[in-house]
Every structure is written in structure tokens, then in C-alpha cells.
């Protein structure tokens, strides 16, 4: 299952709502989630089933979809934002990511 | 303290095999199916493989570019996940991540820090 994320890097401000889509290329129900990797770091989950916030992650950090349409959104961009995003689907072996957002602070 | 910590990349040259392994601590190691993920330097996220837990009989799974080449084991009483890695290309120069993954949520919710294997001749 081929995982198409949009856009591949975005530049927004603080306080900007931002919104990543990723769409999968046949449906995955909702085995989707998503994860946030900074420069040098191993990534972090944010979102599972692709609606459930992990305990500990920001409540400005949401995600909706199912089938082959899923988003990541951020409310209010804050500065520690600054990363690459990526989603997952685990509906199906073998597992696959997206091919990341790069997400910049203007 | 809960953290998985990865050791044993390095320098390799084609051909070659390599051996990663991966300690556990802080969790109940054998309770978690543990899934290997790479990253070519610059490049996005690759899945590697998963090995289940005793209760799922220790099978495996593995990505297709990675089967017959790559292995996963574990051993339960060493709190240790392995990746043993034969044949080796510059295709496979990678950061290589071990990865729990969390049955309740069904999410890789603890990662180590990440080793790094490089193929070249």
C-alpha cells in the first residue's frame, strides 16, 4: 500500500492552522498513524487510529480520516513544530510510511 | 528507565553482513512484538520487519527488498532484539531503529536512538 503525502514541505508562521493530507492507494480503514521527527532525533507518535491524540502530545495536534483519506492538523504552529511528519498505515503487511513533510517556520 | 539503545553499526563493504543489536529496558520486553525502521541518510522512513512476541510464536515479518537477506531474532531473557543483515548493498547504508510497538494503541511508541550502518567499498 503506497502512501502519498501532501505537500512534501510547507513554510507557515506561528499561530498558523496547518493541515497534512496523506492518501493511501487502496483503503486501510483507520490503521493509520502519524509520527513527528526533528533533525537528528528518532520520530515520536502523535496520532493513532488515525484520530487518537498519544497521551503527552499537545491537544493543538489532530487527526481525521479513514479509508484512503487522512489529515494531520496543527491549530496554532508553535516554533518546536519545526519537523519532518510523517503518517503510517498498518492495515496491511508490509507496513509503509509516507514520504515525510517538512514542515518550516517563516 | 524506559529505552531501547541500539548498537553494533559501522563500516561495511558490499557483500559483507553486519549484525544490529538492540537492548531493552524500563518494559516487559517479551510482552511487545519489536519492529526494525530505517532511514537512508536524507531520506524518508523505511519499515524493515517485526518480530511477534512468544505468545504470537516469534514470527516474523519483513519488507520485500529485505527478505532472505535480512533476519530478526530476540532473546526474551537478554531483553534483546537482533537484526542480522547478510549481503549487503549501498542501498542499505541507513540509520537503522529498533521500535516498540505498543499493543494498545497499535503505534511504534518507543524508539532508540538510532545506528548507523554504512556500505562502501
Known amino acids: 500500500i503506497q502512501l502519498t503525502q501532501s505537500p512534501s514541505s510547507l513554510s507557515a508562521s506561528v499561530g498558523d492552522r496547518v493541515t497534512i493530507t496523506c492518501r493511501a492507494s487502496q483503503g486501510i480503514n483507520s490503521y493509520l498513524a502519524w509520527y513527528q521527527q526533528k533533525p537528528g532525533k528518532a520520530p515520536k507518535v502523535l496520532i493513532y487510529a488515525a484520530s487518537t491524540l498519544q497521551s503527552g502530545v499537545p491537544s493543538r495536534f489532530s487527526g481525521s480520516g479513514s479509508g484512503t483519506d487522512f489529515t494531520l492538523t496543527i491549530s496554532s504552529l508553535q516554533p518546536e513544530d519545526c519537523a519532518t511528519y510523517y503518517c503510517r498505515q498498518h492495515n496491511t503487511f508490509p507496513i509503509t510510511f509516507g514520504q515525510g513533510t517538512r514542515l518550516e517556520i517563516k | 528507565e524506559v529505552q531501547l539503545v541500539e548498537s553494533g553499526g559501522g563500516l561495511v563493504q558490499p557483500g559483507g553482513s553486519l549484525r544490529l543489536s538492540c537492548s531493552a529496558s524500563g518494559f516487559i520486553f517479551s510482552d511487545h512484538h519489536m519492529d526494525w525502521v530505517r532511514q537512508a541518510p536524507g531520506k524518508g522512513l523505511e519499515w524493515v520487519g517485526r518480530i511477534r512476541n512468544k505468545a504470537s510464536k516469534y514470527t516474523t515479518e519483513y519488507a520485500a527488498s529485505m527478505t532472505g537477506r535480512f533476519t530478526i531474532s530476540r532473546d526474551d531473557s537478554k531483553n534483546s532484539l537482533y537484526l542480522q543483515m547478510n549481503s549487503l548493498q549501498t542501498e542499505d547504508t541507513a540509520e537503522y531503529y529498533c521500535?516498540?510497538?505498543?499493543?494498545?494503541?497499535?503505534?511504534?511508541?518507543?524508539w532508540g536512538q538510532g545506528t548507523m550502518v554504512t556500505v562502501s567499498s
Open positions: 521500535a516498540k510497538l505498543s499493543g494498545r494503541v497499535n503505534a511504534f511508541d518507543l
